[in-house]
């Protein structure tokens, strides 16, 4: 009975050995994406787009299936709330994310410090000359990777504009009024206006004055050298139109109106008109998946030359922390992301993104995606210029835009605010 006990331990640990060793040759095979140790890494991922925070979450899950060493931990901070000071407090708290987003521009000069210099990934030679404009430096290095091209305007239900007899597309100051005074008198809500979001109006609708300049970066130098001025600017009188043109026919309580609500009120059929950009696709869709849409300008004359342009631009960008303790693995993924079929898929069919690299087809793109690319197509198109502006310059104008809004100062007065926080923030 001992022999037997004796022979049977020695089986088992020679069967636990052989598997010892089986195992260490398969995980060393299925780690080559981890550190050294083969231990699983994980990456804190923070970004803002809530639109597709579901899908990314999918991607992510199909990333972790082909790298099973390398987790990623997603978190969305955006729509109504504020990602650049929820991102500043967990880097003062000593939590700055692996991979994060960054605008670019002064934001890029702001947090350059804490980047990492991707001039050399692989996937760098692919992305458009539009798409690495925000990012690069003044030595030429590239901080960040576009996340896609979007472009915003006035989304408009075309169904509910052939109820109130609108046969033709407006894209004139003139013919945008005439449009609101019809779908009114049809007993339409003609805008879905979201003035509770700084964002909506205080940076995109406030961008429309800034890139009709003709020349907007010479404009925006100007204004921070003292040669150029918000007061008396031609493009800044006339934005005075659409916006009276927007608050008269909009939705009630358009100061307390969050983006949720702003996008659920033109998705449901209750407004004709919503000033959001193709970001909001899949949100509209998913509330009304047989909506016919469109884009309109958010024009400011009557020249139609002018007039009918839509802002298109590099929403954010994707960074890493340059002092991330998983720096190579953090990017693995970027690079996977837009490099392999299931990354690019998910780009393209999953986020209705249009993408911001020549490698990447764009594919499965709905009726707001589709605007956007013509409209780039035919070059009639306006840059995105906020991210130029002073940092926190945005909130300071969406605060004045709402005093104006709720009827407490007058047109003169609101441009004298906003040449105000420019100069004192500059």
Known sequence: MKRLLMLGLSLALMVGIFAGCSGGEEASDTNKDAGADGDVVTLDMFQFKVEIADQMQAMIDEFEKEHPNIQVNLETVGGGADYGAALKSKVASGETPDIFNNGGFKELELWKEHLADLSDEPWAENVLPIGK??????????????????????????????????????????????????????????????YGEWWVIGQHLLNIPFAQQ???????????????????????????????????????????????????????????????????????????PDINMGFLPIPLSDDKADADRLPVGVPNNWVLNKNSE??????????WMVSSETGKRYITEEFKFIPAFDNIEPAGLGALGEDILAYSKDEQTIPWTWFR??????????????????????????????????????
């Open 214 to 288: 003709g020349d907007s970066e010479a404009f925006i130098k100007g204004l921070y050298d003292g040669s150029t001025t918000i007061t008396g600017n031609e493009q800044f009188k006339n934005f005075k139109e659409v916006l009276d043109t927007e608050i008269k026919f909009s939705n009630d309580n358009p100061l307390t109106t969050d983006y949720n609500t702003q996008v659920t009120l033109f998705a449901a059929g209750e407004a004709a008109m919503l000033q959001q950009g193709n970001w909001t696709e899949n949100m509209i869709y998913e509330i009304n």
């Open 133 to 194: 404009v925000p990012m690069t430096d003044e030595d030429g290095k590239l901080y960040g990777m576009p996340v896609n091209l979007e472009g915003y305007g006035f989304i408009y239900n075309k169904d509910l504009f052939e109820k109130a007899g609108i046969t033709e597309k407006p894209t004139t100051i003139s013919e945008l009024k005439d449009a609101a005074k019809k779908l009114e008198a049809a007993g339409i809500i003609p805008f879905a206006a979201g």
């Open 389 to 426: 502006w002073p940092d926190g310059a945005n909130k300071e104008f969406a605060a004045a835009i709402q005093e104006y809004a709720a009827g407490q100062i007058d047109y003169d007065t609101l441009l004298e605010k906003l040449q105000t926080s420019w100069d004192n923030l500059k």
């Open 326 to 335: 998983h720096l190579e693995e953090a990017k693995t993924f970027l690079n």
